[in-house]
């Protein structure tokens, strides 16, 4: 074979060797544009759920927050009343230790009247603290569903912390495409997740034993 027939085979064969290369790199980078494109995919994907359920999280922190307030409201209004009565029942108890007093100073004739006047007062006094004993037990239960409500709202405050620190990071692994950053992302919300089924657990037993309660009283009262 002639050298030129030669030097023509080896530049085909150079040419059909640089031609595969180029292809094989070619689909490499194709590959890892898909890759790239399914990796931003899922990423955004996630994201977003992160958003909505941090929205969900915050609306339910902001209820949470709002009754805890209304309860300690009412538990303000619920003491004053209670303060109210048992200053009253205090006076009742004290108008019949006047009226007994005289009882025993004043004359017959004038007794019976004066016993009649402190039997008043004492039964008075007495239906007073009954009310006042109501109203101490409902400050009570007020304050205790109020704070149980603040707990139950700073569950899901950590739970929005949660969510908006792996948005933050995702927004950090799209940036630098680094894949190890949007699992720390993922691993954020898992564990805002967790919080967030804590606290509605939480939510749905105190309206289990809420309704309980609600179901005694009712029962109690027929």
Do not use: C
């Not at 890892?32 to 958003?51: F, G, N």
């Not at 402190?118 to 109203?135: I, N």
Request: proline share 2%; glycine share 4%.
């Amino acid at each position: 074979m002639p050298e030129e027939g030669l030097e023509t085979q080896d530049l085909k064969e150079q040419l059909e060797s640089a031609h595969e290369h180029a292809e094989e790199a070619r689909e490499e980078r194709e590959e890892k544009r898909e890759k790239d494109v399914r990796w931003l995919t899922w990423l955004s994907l996630s994201t977003a759920l992160l958003a909505a359920l941090a929205a969900f999280a915050s609306l339910h922190a902001g209820g949470l927050a709002n009754e805890a307030l209304l309860l300690k409201s009412e538990a303000v209004l619920a003491e004053s009343e209670y303060a109210d009565n048992w200053s009253e029942y205090q006076s009742r108890n004290i108008k019949a230790y006047l009226f007994d007093t005289q009882v025993a100073l004043l004359p017959d004739p004038a007794k019976k009247d004066a016993e009649a006047h402190a039997q008043h007062e004492r039964a008075e006094a007495d239906k007073l603290k009954t009310v006042a004993d109501r109203l101490r037990k409902n400050v009570a239960t007020l304050n205790e569903k109020s704070a149980q409500h603040i707990e139950r709202h700073e569950i899901f405050a950590k739970t929005v912390t949660f969510f908006q620190i792996s948005i933050a990071v995702a927004a950090i692994a799209a940036l630098t495409k680094k894949k190890p950053m949007w699992w720390l992302s993922v691993l954020g919300g898992i564990a805002g997740i967790v919080l967030m089924v804590m606290g509605l657990a939480a939510s749905n037993a105190a309206d289990a034993a809420e309704k309980a309660e609600s179901g005694t009283h009712a029962d109690k009262k027929e």
